[in-house]
């Protein structure tokens, strides 16, 4: 059942520029696409790439509703390059509205600057009268008190459309009531929090408060190529054994597909198909389940 939540792709296309900070680290321009004969391509190319790609695949694949990329950046940059990055953003936007989905900034929190570090260059769409997205990472610590956990604030401030992780929300009562009142989710990822420590026991992650509260809430998988993980249905099966609790059933497994749908870079006309083309696959999959042997 879970391979048809795979509707829609979601891309990070991260500017890596080169960086020299006072001798100290130098960012190589991975993002560079070469042609044998050594010519380069734009990120525009790289876009209109991923689209095509997308189209054809969508071809032979009826059921794959298209691909968003959130266009990322590293945030151990510093502000000037930040701030090409944010303009950069709004071109391909402009350029290409229907697949370039908004903005983000990745990379560790706890060695990386803070959202507040870059306000000047991320209010720069809001002045300017552009409606740039944002899809912040923010919180992914299970400490308190630090520059990591009052990134969900700023993410706020910012008006992010979700946000990464959101680990420590609820050791902050006032972001997490402003989130819920915003239906703003948070993509929990639990293999990634398994691996990189913050949780060794799902059943005390702190999502599973947000569950059981009702805060809107989508199933990520972060990072599957690098932990080894093979497609979203493993973080599915995490949450809903772990984190789900021992009252998770069919109603928690569709709403967290539902919210998949419910809360993607989606258009609304996008979004509907989606769910016409979901409703079938879940209808054929209840379906199946009753007819098993019990």
């Known amino acids: 059942m879970l391979s048809c939540l795979s509707l829609t792709a979601t891309l990070h296309l991260t500017e890596m520029e080169t960086e020299a900070g006072k001798g100290q680290r130098t960012w190589p321009r991975s993002h560079v696409v070469y042609e044998l004969n050594g010519m380069t391509h734009t990120q525009e190319w790289s876009v209109r790439t991923y689209k095509e790609v997308a189209c054809m695949f969508a071809k032979k694949h009826p059921g794959f509703i298209g ?27 402009t350029r290409f509205p229907g697949t370039v989905a908004g903005f ?21 769409p809001a002045s300017q009268g552009f409606k740039l997205p944002y899809f912040f990472h923010a919180g992914e610590t299970d400490w308190q008190g630090t520059s990591i956990d009052r990134n969900l604030l700023d993410a706020l401030i910012l008006n992010s459309t979700r946000i990464g992780h959101g680990f420590a929300l609820t050791k902050h009562p ?11 989710p948070i993509e929990v990822c639990p293999i990634s929090n398994q691996v990189l420590k913050l949780v060794s026991d799902l059943r005390t992650h702190p999502a599973s408060v947000l569950m059981a509260t009702g805060h809107p809430m989508v199933i990520s998988s972060d990072d599957p190529a690098v932990f080894g993980a093979k497609g979203l249905s493993y973080d599915f099966y995490e949450a809903f054994m772990g984190i ?30 989606a769910m016409e083309t979901w409703e079938k696959s879940w209808n054929n999959f209840v379906a199946d389940l009753a007819k098993r042997p019990k």
């Open 244 to 273: 789900g609790g021992m009252t998770a059933d069919l109603r928690t497994l569709k709403q967290l597909a539902i919210n998949s749908i419910k809360y993607s870079a989606l258009f609304d006309t996008e979004k509907k198909a």
């Open 67 to 93: 691909l968003k990329i959130i266009y990322s950046d590293n945030r151990l940059k510093n502000v000037s390059l930040i701030t090409k990055s944010i303009r950069t953003a709004m071109k391909l936007q």
């Open 104 to 124: 983000d900034l990745v990379g560790r929190e706890d060695t990386g600057y803070s959202l507040a570090y870059y306000r000047e260059a991320l209010m720069i």
């Open 174 to 184: 006032a972001v997490w009531t402003d989130s819920w009142k915003k239906d703003i």
